[in-house]
């Protein structure tokens, strides 16, 4: 499909693929209004949020990060725990007050809250000032919807339709890290999780599109992507492609760096292990979330793999790439999990020995089958585990830090660092948080840095050259 160089909108109106020249057709309405956005949840919404940043400077419109003076307030939302969506709502409360004695002053929720029918519900009976919801799949929309209400006044809603999403352009936060959308939706249903609910089916991009991205965002200067989807190992499935080919073609176009999110350990081929090992640009580094280290609560979870075939996966991981990090995701408190399956977990932690982890207390999504799971674990419990779950995982991150003191690693240098304004900070290939003295011209380079201290979530380093 060939796309024209200006910002495009989908014409929905038309049955064929239509692109309206926004600056041509909108800017008349938004110039000079103001803006402001905030984003919640995972990588795809901090993605997204670079899509219609794009769509509303195309516009016209202004960023402001002072929410007082806006016109335009979009919350890029997140479902994925009960306390994301608490703070969305606790947002949307200030949001009401501001509203109150202005007319030029529109809500639009965007995100995965907005593909959830208890939400919408919710809103249009209690949040009557919100503007506009826009769902996942439907920020193609955004354009027309936005001119669309600034005309009329009730509750616009836009959600649920599935689209594949190409040449779609963006407002990317960084010159030296791309996230490069690979695929959409997740067919995984694991019984917590909102995520097929509000993303929808499997939609896997073109594998010519994508390489093309990546050979463009390498000709603009950028120096690493991150290739995204909800688990990018089924990249492929319905167009006939596999992960490790794109792998291997977004590895030849010589870009630097090449990192991926996120992985299930479910078909996770030993191509693609191949692949990893094989080109020095694809960064040794697998994010692959296990949720549990027990059988029976994997099988509820609907996880698809056993605590025997994740280790196994892990053991062959290690032993064919040279120096992979390894981090996970671990739920705690699924519902009715014993003391002895909460153990299962420590004890594969204790053998993963894990460079990472994010853990969390399992939280209740309506509509997902875990919802209708008894539960009889008291929530001191699960917070106790969390507690002495977190405690094994740092002892372990510390570990694999410790491993580098005194090293000489590559480090992606990306700016100046936000807690001591002296330094500045990067990522290894491992991404491992570094803090390094150096002089500002290395930012946006990899460079070699020494490192003389470890801690558990960072290490501190001297740049010592090219
Ligand atoms: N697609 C990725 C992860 C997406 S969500 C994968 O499957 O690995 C990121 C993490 O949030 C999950 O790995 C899981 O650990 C956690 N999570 C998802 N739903 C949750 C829920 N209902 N309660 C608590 N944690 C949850
Ligand atoms: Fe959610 Fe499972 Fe899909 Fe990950 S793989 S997004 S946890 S359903
Ligand atoms: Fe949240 Fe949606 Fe990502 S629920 S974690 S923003 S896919």
Same mark, same amino acid.
């Given at each position: 499909m060939h796309l024209p160089d200006f910002n495009v909108a989908k014409d929905?109106?038309?049955?064929?693929?239509i692109y309206i020249d926004l600056k041509e057709n909108y800017s008349n309405i938004f110039a000079g209004k103001k803006y402001f956005l905030r984003t919640y949840g995972c990588q795809m919404n901090v993605h997204d949020s670079e899509a219609i940043r794009n769509y509303l400077e195309t516009l016209g419109f202004i960023n402001t990060?002072?929410?007082?003076?806006?016109?335009l307030v979009v919350l890029n939302t997140c479902a994925i725990r009960e306390n994301a969506k608490d703070k969305v709502f606790g947002f949307l409360g200030k949001c009401k007050y501001l509203k109150?004695?202005?007319?030029?002053f529109k809500i639009v929720l965007a995100g995965c809250?907005?593909?959830?029918p208890d939400v919408i519900e919710e809103i249009q009976k209690?949040?009557?000032?919100?503007d506009i919801i826009i769902g996942?799949?439907?920020? #193609?929309d955004l354009p027309k919807l936005l001119s669309e209400h600034f005309k009329k006044q009730e509750i616009e809603v836009y959600s649920n339709s599935d689209e594949i999403i190409e040449g779609m352009n963006y407002s990317r936060d960084s010159k030296i890290t791309a996230w490069v959308n690979i695929m959409y939706g997740c067919?995984?249903?694991?019984?917590?999780?909102?995520v097929p609910y509000t993303r929808g089916r499997e939609r896997s991009r073109k594998l010519e599109s994508i390489v093309k991205e990546v050979s463009d965002l390498k000709e603009r200067g950028y120096k690493e992507v991150t290739l995204l989807g909800?688990?990018?190992?089924?990249?492929?499935k319905d167009i006939g492609e596999t992960f490790s080919h794109l792998l291997e073609c977004v590895a030849k176009t010589g870009i630097d760096r090449i990192r991926f999110v996120t992985?299930?350990?479910?078909? #996770?081929?030993d191509e693609m292990i191949n692949i990893i090992a094989k080109y020095?640009?694809?960064?040794?580094?697998i994010h692959l979330?296990?949720?549990?280290?027990n059988n029976e609560i994997l099988r509820r979870m609907n996880r698809r793999y056993t605590r025997e075939e994740y280790l196994e996966l892990f053991k062959k991981m290690k032993e064919k790439i040279p120096g992979v990090a390894i981090t996970t995701d671990i739920i705690v408190?699924?519902?009715?999990?014993s003391e002895e399956a909460f153990l299962d977990t420590l004890d594969i932690v204790k053998k993963c020995e894990f460079d990472g982890a994010y853990t969390f207390i399992y939280s209740e999504r309506e509509g997902?089958?875990?919802?209708k799971m008894e539960d009889s674990i008291p929530m001191a419990e699960k917070e106790e585990r969390l507690q002495r779950l977190n405690e094994l995982v740092n002892f372990y991150a510390n570990k694999s830090n410790q491993k580098l003191l005194n090293k000489v690693v590559d480090v992606l240098i990306l700016g100046k660092s936000e807690k001591d304004s002296t330094k500045l900070y990067g990522y290894t290939d491992t991404m491992k948080l570094v803090n390094v003295q150096g002089?500002?011209?290395?930012?946006g380079n990899i460079v070699s840095v020494k490192i003389n201290e470890a801690k558990s979530f960072s290490l501190d380093g001297e740049y010592i050259g090219n």
């Open positions: 929905r109106t038309k049955k064929e693929n990060e002072n929410i007082e003076e806006a016109n109150k004695n202005r007319d030029d809250m907005s593909e959830q209690k949040h009557k000032y919100v996942t799949h439907n920020l #193609f067919d995984k249903f694991c019984t917590y999780c909102i909800q688990n990018v190992n089924a990249y492929g992985s299930h350990p479910w078909n #996770f081929t020095k640009n694809i960064m040794p580094y979330p296990i949720q549990s280290g408190g699924f519902p009715n999990e997902t089958p875990a919802a002089p500002e011209e290395i930012i």
